[in-house]
């Protein structure tokens, strides 16, 4: 199994640029979870999803978009890149019910807007 | 509204310490609680997984404690190495569709 990817793994905007940034797993996790982490300020959720067709909002939602129309993708999308979305973002999946509760991250994306 | 505290925010310890990094919850209605690591630059990998009916797990050198009804979790490295030197993790998933709640972790830095 390749886990939870991510593409791309590194990305410079101009401020007003959109793009999306990929998220994959090959677990056929049900849940999948897309978060940002700015340096001294933990992990920040955007978006979650909790099986294909269904996407719910996390604590900081605004300026991006989600859609999950498989079980195995779940891209996050950035309309009007501002400076203030320069971070690292990570995608998580997990599967519900005793061990396989275990999160899984895909290695990251570091999004520079400038 | 679940909130995950970990204290210290930064430890620097000698080759060969013991340690326990500490993780409390406000809302002990939790189905899970989980230690993750974090490399500098990397994503987060699961260390240990504690379901709400058990009282500790062990991997290798790395045992977490958890005490539900005093919203507390802890994480204790035995021998502690350089290659322990990550940030460490804590978060807590209540019944449901909640996401995981996090802590900003405790950065651990062990000097040789």
């Known amino acids: 199994n390749a886990g939870v990817t991510q593409t791309p793994k590194f990305r410079i905007l101009k401020i007003g640029q959109s793009m999306t940034l990929q998220c994959a797993q090959d677990?056929?996790?049900?849940?999948m979870y897309w978060y940002r982490q700015d340096p001294g300020m933990g992990l920040k959720l955007i978006y979650y999803?909790?099986?294909?067709?269904?996407?719910d909002k996390g604590e900081v939602p605004n300026g991006y978009n989600v859609s999950r129309s498989t079980t195995e993708d779940f891209p996050l999308r950035l309309e009007l890149a501002a400076p203030s979305q320069t971070s690292v973002y990570f995608c998580?999946?997990?599967?519900?019910?005793?061990?396989?509760?275990?999160?899984?991250f895909g290695p990251g994306t570091r999004l520079t807007v400038l | 509204k679940q909130e995950v505290t970990q204290i210290p925010a930064a430890l620097s310890v000698p080759e060969g310490e013991n340690l326990v990094l500490n993780c409390s919850f406000t809302?002990?209605?939790?189905?899970?609680l989980q230690w993750f690591r974090q490399d500098p630059g990397k994503g987060l990998t699961s260390l240990l997984l504690?379901?709400?009916?058990?009282r500790e797990q062990t991997s290798g050198r790395l045992n977490a404690s958890l005490d539900k009804s005093s919203g507390r979790s802890t994480l204790y490295i035995a021998a502690s190495q350089p290659g322990d030197s990550a940030t460490y993790l804590c978060?807590?998933?209540?019944?449901?569709?909640?996401?995981?709640?996090f802590g900003k972790g405790t950065r651990l830095s062990v000097i040789a």
């Open positions: 998580a999946s997990c599967s519900r019910g005793g061990s396989t509760d275990t999160q899984y």
């Open positions: 677990m056929n996790h049900n849940y």
């Open positions: 999803s909790v099986g294909a067709g269904i996407t």
């Open positions: 809302d002990s209605a939790i189905y899970n």
């Open positions: 504690i379901q709400s009916s058990q």
């Open positions: 978060a807590v998933w209540n019944s449901g569709n909640t996401p995981l709640v």
